[in-house]
Nanobody
Framework: QVQLVESGGGLVQPGGSLRLSCAAS????????MGWYRQAPGKQRELVAAITTGSSTNYATSVKGRFTISRDNAKNTVYLQMNSLKLEDTAVYYC?????????WGQGTQVIVSS
C-alpha cells in the first residue's frame, strides 16, 4: 500500500521559514516524479514545485527563489524548504508521486503564515 505522509507544517510569521517533509512508503520514491502542491481556501490546487527522477526541478513563478525542493533517496523522502514566507503562501500543502499510470497524494499539511 502506497503512503505519502507530509509533515512540517505549522504557523510562521511572514519572512520565516519552514521545511516540509514527504515520507513515502510502498514505493521507491526515486522512481517517481515527485511534487508539492498547495490549495488555499477557495482556490484550486496548484503546483508549487516538482522534482523528476533525474532530479530536475521546476517551480511556480510565485515561489521561485524562495522555495527549494529536494529528495533524499536513502530516506525515501522529499522535502520542500520554504524561506521568506509570505501571507499568500498560506495553504494546505500536498505531496504527490507520479509516473505513467500512477498518481498518489498525501493527506496534506497546513501552513499558516500570519503576523
Amino acid at each position: 500500500q502506497v503512503q505519502l505522509v507530509e509533515s512540517g507544517g505549522g504557523l510562521v510569521q511572514p519572512g520565516g521559514s519552514l521545511r516540509l517533509s514527504c515520507a513515502a512508503s510502498g514505493i521507491i520514491s526515486s522512481f517517481y516524479n515527485m511534487g508539492w502542491y498547495r490549495q488555499a481556501p477557495g482556490k484550486q490546487r496548484e503546483l508549487v514545485a516538482a522534482i523528476t527522477t533525474g532530479s530536475s526541478t521546476n517551480y511556480a513563478t510565485s515561489v521561485k527563489g524562495r522555495f527549494t525542493i529536494s529528495r533524499d533517496n536513502a530516506k525515501n523522502t522529499v522535502y520542500l524548504q520554504m524561506n521568506s514566507l509570505k501571507l499568500e503562501d498560506t495553504a494546505v500543502y500536498y505531496c504527490n508521486a507520479r509516473r505513467s499510470g500512477f498518481d498518489s497524494w498525501g493527506q496534506g499539511t497546513q501552513v499558516i503564515v500570519s503576523s
